[in-house]
């Protein structure tokens, strides 16, 4: 299969996908054709590990995975698709746009792009599997073998959110055959609006955080900030309580906080400044077992408004394999069931965040730990992407 269609902007990782050993050994013995998954996401596969990177790389060897990202603006040239190859059996689309295309043009271009490439493939086991409901406007006439809406956040709610989202998400309602949630808190939102939704949250690679636990190097670029450390990964945006962290830093001097991810959607001069408050940037997901090795305490410092209310952070079972104790702002998917099973701190205050670090400090993790790893036991992304698989195998089977 050629990398990419013409014109085409090369780039030095284009390639051809090409099936891995162990991919080709687990798919003896299954039928000829494998389908193809054709995945549309709002966000970047080279951005944050998370649910769908684990999700789409265990899916691969089972189908073949395409995944769409939204597209760039370019200066020059014509419409093309980007392709590259970031893991093995993925490969990632990025539709290059003239920075001069109205919204519509945007969406037009888009349909032609897919089109032409599809007309080149077999399309008899497509899987639709969609993480934006935007897609739908450039996807709507496609026929697929089965469509999945794996709804991972209420994107509807997040700061610059497009207008017209709510009305796409009621299409795809209409147009998937299984639904299919990332917490609690969206399942209870969503199960009366489909009648096949399921709730699988987020889950945890166990073996990659919990090397934490062991004797790893600390970061160079963490090295010099004393401890205690209390530390938080994950994207810099309306969802940080920026006068929450401020007020807690300011709490005790010598505590300091590491805060590593990207920042997005708010001003780098808009987050809290001081002495023990430390921005790191963004690092790779092989690298943060490194950074959580060395931390005393792990936080979710989220603010309480819209964009937070049906959110399950996927750092939570994470910050627990690596055995570091976690305080969190009331999230209701961090209350249930973190929360009630003593597994997290829960701290709707300057004053109770405080106090819960200091508790964290002071606690003996023995027992702790064995109550986590007992929970730990019963999850894992192997498991979850497993029984989501078997859901899409199915319909598939009925639709057949």
Not at 131 to 151: I, S
Not at 324 to 331: H, L, N
Request: glycine share 4%; charged share 20%.
């Amino acid at each position: 299969m050629a990398c990419c269609m013409k014109p085409c902007i090369q780039h030095p990782r284009l390639c051809t996908v090409k099936k891995p050993e162990r991919l080709r050994k687990s798919m003896e013995g299954r039928t000829k054709i494998r389908p193809t998954i054709l995945c549309f996401s709002h966000l970047r596969w080279n951005f944050v590990y998370q649910r769908p990177q684990h999700l789409l790389s265990r899916a691969a060897a089972h189908a073949d995975i395409f995944y769409v990202e939204e597209p760039i603006l370019v200066d020059e040239g014509e419409a093309s698709l980007r392709r590259e190859c970031p893991a093995d059996g993925v490969e990632v689309i990025t539709p290059l746009l003239p920075s001069s295309y109205s919204a519509a043009q945007q969406m037009d271009a888009q349909r032609a792009l897919l089109d032409a490439w599809l007309s080149s493939r077999s399309t008899e086991h497509l899987i639709l599997w969609y993480y934006t409901p935007m897609a739908l406007l450039f996807t709507d006439h496609l026929q697929a073998r089965v469509r999945v809406y794996d709804c991972m956040d209420q994107l509807a709610a997040f700061q610059g959110a497009p207008p017209q989202l709510l009305e796409q998400e009621e299409r795809l309602f209409k147009a998937a055959d299984v639904v299919f949630t990332g917490g609690r808190s969206l399942f209870d939102e969503k199960r009366n609006r489909h009648r096949n939704v399921h709730l699988f949250p987020s889950s945890v690679d166990v073996p990659h955080f919990a090397a934490a636990r062991s004797d790893l190097a600390d970061a160079v670029d963490q090295q010099e900030i004393p401890h205690p450390r209390i530390g938080f990964f994950g994207v810099l945006d309306e969802r940080l309580d920026c006068e929450l962290l401020q007020s807690i830093a300011a709490c005790n001097s010598a505590w300091h906080f590491v805060l590593i991810g990207p920042v997005v959607k708010i001003r780098h001069d808009s987050l809290p400044q001081a002495s023990n408050i430390h921005y790191l940037g963004q690092k790779s997901y092989k690298e943060l077992p490194t950074y959580l090795a060395h931390w005393d305490v792990a936080m979710l410092p989220f603010a309480q408004n819209a964009s937070t209310r049906f959110i399950s952070p996927t750092k939570t079972p994470e910050y627990l394999a690596a055995g570091k104790p976690v305080i969190s702002t009331p999230i209701r998917d961090v209350v249930e069931p973190y929360g009630r099973l003593g597994l997290s701190h829960i701290a709707g205050t300057a004053e109770e965040f405080c106090t819960a670090i200091q508790h964290a400090l002071d606690r003996p993790r023995e027992g702790w730990l064995s109550d986590v790893d007992d929970f730990l036991s019963h999850t894992s992304w192997d498991r979850t992407f497993a029984e989501m698989w078997n859901e899409v195998s199915n319909i598939a089977a009925k639709n057949n």
